[in-house]
């Protein structure tokens, strides 16, 4: 068994199982240097710290344990409301959150709408304000629209966690991302990480970004030049458009999913095109480090930019980010929740 | 009825007088301007310390009456015009129903003659409801009022269109106001594209979805020997193109708003609804581009493209929110800044906000000459203010200025010699 790290005060009280959860648990150690949770919210990577980053994995790490637990609940959340507020279809991720949010004892509750919150002919903050009213602590929300999540902390008091917002931000999924490079690598400092896929429409790639490089990674992008957003080189990352030359010496290879629609935004020709150019193949892995991990934020276009075989292959983390993607969400839903308010 | 105005400082670019004047309005005409007057008046106004300019027009404002007076009404926002120091406005035809027939521009005249305030002269559509398709009848929509035509908030797509308009247009002398804009760049963005709008995952406008219309629009100019006026530039690019027309004698002028020089798309941060405007806040090379075109004259016109739109309309996520500014009560405070950044001469700013606009539309205003219709403005250019919600005239408060220090502001205020404007106070609340 993994060596168990050392843990944060707050969050080991917080991870025994059999324990109330009692005031002592919400004491945050202001005086031994660490960094201290202070955010209601959490609305994107690029607003972290380093230290609070390192500090959310850190708790991740302690959480992750109990879901191998047989009895995979701790109280540390008991008594909170948690709601899960979609305004776009996902699963897995709603899914990750809802099973982050029992494992601590939280009840949580779904709400899912399709289309904007104005298609539905409700103001978003209506909607979340209706959910507020029921004393919900924390609104974990998912929204087409970029800034909705930053918009939403700004009119409520409810906490609120960002779980996509348009094409801005997913700072859970860069997190569990980066937990995984960590946890794979043992470090982040000097790792070399390249996003390779459409750059431009990925909230993944931009909270990948800012984490990565916050923590000392050295980061590239790769994709057509239609999917490269304008000047996204002032966030510290060097371009490639030609993924055999940017896949060369690197430890990791984060792989976005190509949204088939934007074939007729005229961003690339076919399909068929596009997994020639950039679908990351056996051939291609050739290239790469014999170390290299391969990660995929799902759901997988197989075939397309991810041959089947390197998907479920040996160097594949992609079942372990779901399995992390549980104990980073307990973590930030913890301190998230937790904070004085 | 005679009124003094005595001991102002006077700036009337036409007549090169830029001095201590005093002036004599005589009948709601300008009956003399000289440097002392003794001549007995009905009333004497001491502008000791102030400056004394032509009436301000303004040529590019949506007063949103009919169809979205929640927004807006002629009313509030003639208001708006004369606590701005502004004494004409043209309303764009973006109304609804759109401004395209005869009667929608008697409807407006006759709503600004019931508030009998300042002035308003409306713009025409170019096309049947602002769709790009077929023209609207120009000689009638002249015969009702129209000052001028405008698809403004919508570009006209189809060349040949334009084209036509400018063409036809000659017959009536009617310039026609071009917002620039190419549909298939602009691709459903919503602020400038650029770092911020990669940061910020908003899909972005390249400057050239302007500049490329502007290029296209200018050789059409040249073709038809039609009268054109660029709309709210805002791009380097396109006043690049438009200088370079000019100095090859193309008969085009430009407009830009005091956004465009003050502010750039770094305001959009943390998904600011009232730093969103189209054309988008751009970057401060283009905000130099700007300045440096309103110095060099290849901008000739500053208007506010007062754009209001209701508290809750803007209090969105971001990429649902309107585009739109309101302008009409900061533009002159924020153009006279230009003068403490030596921009521009105090001179220069108010040419650009009365007289020049004049010419583009044509009438005899924007001037202090004997005989000429007594619009005038009086401000007190050292008097500072801050920009605050309530004390907007305006209905909607989607100013991006919001509690910023302004220096210089309105006092008086005569349109054709009546006094609506007095030490502050509009004349009917009196």
């Given at each position: 068994m993994r060596e168990n790290p050392k843990r944060h005060p707050e969050v080991a009280a917080a991870t025994e199982g059999s324990q109330e959860r009692d005031s002592s648990a919400t004491v945050s150690p202001q005086n031994d240097g660490k960094v201290r949770w202070i955010r209601k919210d959490l609305l994107s990577l690029e607003e972290l710290s380093k230290e609070?980053?390192?500090?959310?994995?850190?708790?991740?790490?302690?959480?992750?344990?109990?879901?191998?637990?047989?009895?995979?609940?701790?109280?540390?959340?008991?008594?909170?409301?948690v709601a899960n507020l979609f305004f776009e279809p996902s699963t897995r991720t709603r899914t990750s959150f809802e099973v982050a949010a029992k494992r601590l004892s939280a009840d949580i509750i779904n709400f899912s709408s399709a289309g904007s919150s104005t298609s539905k002919g409700e103001s978003l903050t209506d909607t979340a304000k209706n959910i507020e009213a029921m004393n919900v602590d924390t609104i974990v929300m998912r929204h087409p629209s970029s800034g909705s999540a930053e918009y939403l902390a700004r009119s409520i008091r409810a906490g609120v966690i960002n779980a996509g917002d348009g094409i801005h931000e997913h700072p859970t999924q860069g997190l569990l991302d980066i937990f995984t490079m960590r946890e794979r690598k043992k470090k982040i400092e000097g790792l070399k990480v390249c996003l390779v896929g459409d750059?431009?429409?990925?909230?993944?790639?931009?909270?990948?970004?800012?984490?990565?490089?916050?923590?000392?990674?050295?980061?590239?992008?790769?994709?057509?030049?239609?999917?490269?957003?304008?000047k996204i080189?002032?966030?510290?990352?060097?371009?490639?458009?030609?993924?055999?030359?940017?896949?060369?010496?690197?430890?990791?290879?984060?792989?976005?999913?190509?949204?088939?629609?934007?074939?007729?935004?005229?961003?690339?020709?076919?399909?068929?095109?596009?997994?020639?150019?950039?679908?990351?193949?056996?051939?291609?892995?050739?290239?790469?480090?014999?170390?290299?991990?391969?990660?995929?934020?799902?759901?997988?276009?197989?075939?397309?930019?991810?041959?089947?075989?390197?998907?479920?292959?040996?160097?594949?983390?992609?079942?372990?980010?779901?399995?992390?993607?549980?104990?980073?969400?307990?973590?930030?839903?913890?301190?998230?929740?937790?904070?004085?308010? | 009825m005679k009124i003094l105005i005595k001991n102002g400082y006077l700036v009337d670019p036409k007549n090169k007088l830029d001095e201590p004047m005093d002036l004599l309005i005589e009948d709601g005409r300008v009956k003399k301007v000289s440097k002392k007057i003794t001549e007995k008046a009905d009333q004497e106004i001491d502008a000791k310390g102030k400056i004394v300019c032509p009436g301000l027009i303004d040529i590019h404002v949506h007063l949103r009456q009919p169809g979205y007076e929640y927004k807006e009404t002629i009313e509030t926002g003639l208001r708006a015009a004369l606590k701005g120091g502004i004494t004409g406005v043209c309303p764009m035809a973006n109304t609804n129903p759109v401004a395209d027939s005869r009667s929608d521009m008697e409807f407006m005249i006759g709503e600004s003659k019931r508030v009998n305030l300042v002035n308003l002269w409306p713009v025409g559509a170019v096309t049947l409801r602002q769709e790009g398709k077929e023209l609207t009848e120009f000689g009638e929509l002249k015969k009702g009022g129209a000052i001028a035509l405008s698809d403004d908030g919508q570009p006209i797509t189809d060349s040949n269109?334009?084209?036509?308009?400018?063409?036809?247009?000659?017959?009536?002398?009617?310039?026609?106001?071009?917002?620039?804009?190419?549909?298939?760049?602009?691709?459903?963005?919503?602020?400038?594209?650029?770092?911020?709008?990669?940061?910020?995952?908003?899909?972005?406008?390249?400057?050239?979805?302007?500049?490329?219309?502007?290029?296209?629009?200018?050789?059409?100019?040249?073709?038809?020997?039609?009268?054109?006026?660029?709309?709210?530039?805002?791009?380097?690019?396109?006043?690049?193109?438009?200088?370079?027309?000019?100095?090859?004698?193309?008969k085009v002028t430009a407009e830009t708003c005091p956004h465009y020089f003050h502010l750039t798309d770094e305001s959009v941060l943390h998904y600011n609804t009232n730093a969103k405007m189209n054309p988008p806040l751009r970057t401060v090379e283009d905000v130099a581009a700007v300045k440096k075109a309103l110095k060099d004259g290849t901008i000739d016109v500053i208007a506010t493209d007062h754009a209001p739109h209701a508290e809750s309309e803007k209090d969105t996520e971001f990429d649902q929110a309107p585009f739109g500014v309101i302008g009409l009560e900061t533009s002159l405070p924020l153009?006279?800044?230009?003068?403490?950044?030596?921009?521009?001469?105090?001179?220069?700013?108010?040419?650009?906000?009365?007289?020049?606009?004049?010419?583009?539309?044509?009438?005899?205003?924007?001037?202090?000459?004997?005989?000429?219709?007594?619009?005038?403005?009086i401000f007190d250019p050292h008097k500072e203010w801050v920009v605050e919600k309530d004390k907007l005239q305006s209905k909607s408060k989607n100013s991006p200025f919001?509690?910023?220090?302004?220096?210089?502001?309105?006092?008086?205020?005569?349109?054709?010699?009546?006094?609506?404007?007095?030490?502050?106070?509009?004349?009917?609340e009196r």
């Open positions: 609070e980053i390192e500090l959310i994995l850190k708790t991740a790490e302690s959480f992750k344990e109990i879901s191998t637990r047989d009895v995979k609940k701790v109280p540390a959340l008991r008594g909170k409301t750059i431009l429409h990925s909230r993944v790639a931009r909270s990948n970004i800012w984490g990565l490089t916050k923590l000392g990674a050295k980061v590239r992008v790769c994709g057509p030049p239609t999917l490269i957003p304008a080189e002032e966030l510290g990352v060097e371009v490639f458009y030609d993924v055999d030359e940017a896949v060369k010496d690197q430890d990791v290879l984060n792989i976005l999913r190509i949204q088939l629609e934007r074939q007729k935004g005229a961003f690339f020709p076919s399909i068929r095109e596009y997994a020639a150019e950039y679908g990351i193949s056996v051939e291609r892995m050739k290239k790469a480090k014999k170390d290299v991990i391969i990660m995929h934020p799902g759901p997988i276009n197989r075939g397309v930019e991810l041959a089947a075989e390197v998907a479920d292959g040996a160097q594949s983390v992609i079942l372990e980010q779901v399995t992390n993607g549980v104990a980073v969400r307990m973590a930030v839903l913890f301190h998230t929740t937790m904070v004085e308010r | 269109i334009l084209r036509r308009a400018l063409s036809y247009a000659k017959k009536f002398g009617l310039p026609i106001l071009a917002h620039c804009q190419d549909e298939a760049l602009f691709c459903g963005g919503c602020m400038h594209e650029g770092f911020v709008s990669t940061k910020l995952g908003l899909p972005g406008i390249p400057v050239e979805a302007e500049s490329v219309e502007v290029a296209r629009d200018i050789q059409l100019a040249d073709l038809t020997g039609g009268q054109l006026h660029f709309c709210h530039i805002s791009g380097r690019k396109s006043l690049d193109l438009i200088r370079q027309a000019k100095a090859q004698g193309s153009s006279l800044r230009l003068v403490e950044e030596k921009v521009l001469t105090m001179t220069q700013v108010i040419e650009k906000m009365s007289l020049n606009p004049a010419c583009v539309l044509k009438i005899d205003r924007g001037h202090l000459s004997e005989g000429a219709v007594a619009d005038v403005t919001l509690g910023w220090k302004m220096k210089g502001q309105v006092t008086d205020v005569w349109v054709a010699g009546r006094h609506i404007l007095n030490n502050g106070v509009i004349a009917s």
